[in-house]
């Protein structure tokens, strides 16, 4: 396996990975992949990995600003999502694992996670990592119709910001 940054020419393949995550209804409120271009400008520059397995994307994880006020600059939010073919092969927990890593090195003391309640596989995957539910967003938002809840979960670093 070859983990690396997300550079502009891999975003074809995180963004069909990220719309086929869409197509569950389990992964997001976004209907549709932006550009590279609006994908860059949301994320940070740093923490954005990509794992391939002999030559084939097999997921990505990156982090957003959770606010651009100075008092947030050590908190991230996680996106992770994993290609269908790689599901269940321990990828969600390399590509974490990595990216709390990563996180720690430039200095994030939370990462937080809002993952649909019924998404049980990568809540599972956040515990096994080190977060924790700290609560429930009930009906956050509709998606398809249908009001969804949000499980909040974060890490605390036990080494940045102690």
């Known amino acids: 396996m070859e983990i690396k940054n997300i550079e502009a020419q891999d975003y074809p393949q995180v963004a ?8 569950t209804g389990m992964a997001t409120f976004q209907t549709e992949a932006t550009s590279w271009e609006e994908w860059d400008k949301s994320h940070l520059k740093d923490c954005r990995i990509v794992v391939f397995e002999n030559g084939q994307m097999a997921g990505w994880a990156a982090l957003t600003p959770v ?11 996680v996106s ?3 290609a269908e073919s790689f599901r269940g092969k321990g990828i969600g927990k390399l590509l974490l694992l990595q ?5 720690e090195k430039i200095g994030l003391w939370t990462l937080q996670s809002g993952i649909f309640s019924e998404n049980i596989a990568s809540i599972k995957l956040h515990e096994y990592c080190g977060f924790r539910v ?18 909040i979960m974060e890490r605390r ?6």
């Open 16 to 23: 069909a990975i990220y719309s086929a995550g869409i197509a």
């Open 67 to 77: 606010s651009n006020r100075c008092v947030y600059a050590g908190v991230a939010e």
């Open 80 to 82: 992770i999502y994993i």
């Open 99 to 103: 990216l709390i890593d990563e996180s």
């Open 134 to 151: 700290i609560g429930t967003r009930e009906k956050i938002g509709k998606k398809d119709g249908v009001w969804k809840d949000n499980t």
């Open 157 to 162: 670093s036990k080494t940045v910001g102690v």
